[in-house]
């Protein structure tokens, strides 16, 4: 919280954005579900936040393909293969459940 108010306050004085840069997923998630909604309920001030994940975060369909060309060749890529699968499965089941 230390940092997010002189932030916060500097960016509605100066109409401007401010980024906070984070190195885990789970930091992202607490700034934005709880110390962003908490610093805007005791200064009652406005602010709007968004997240931004890097690359690494999103699936490019060219190495997915192939991946799956080829097999995983190690376990991270089983467990993309398996998710991604996985989904897939679950979409086309919803689908023609609907029909």
């Known amino acids: 919280m230390a940092y997010l108010t002189p932030a916060a306050l500097w960016a509605l004085q100066n109409n401007c954005r401010v980024v906070i840069s984070t190195n885990t997923i ?20 406005p602010l709007q936040a968004a997240i931004l994940k890097g690359r690494g975060n999103y699936l490019c369909p060219r190495r997915l ?25 679950r979409n086309t089941n919803r689908r023609s459940q609907r029909n």
């Open 65 to 89: 393909e192939t991946m799956r060309r080829r097999g995983p060749e190690n376990t991270d890529e089983l467990r993309v293969l398996a998710k991604v699968f996985g989904l897939a499965a």
């Open 26 to 45: 789970n930091l992202q998630d607490q700034l934005i579900l709880k110390d962003i909604p908490d610093l805007c309920d005791a200064l009652r001030i």
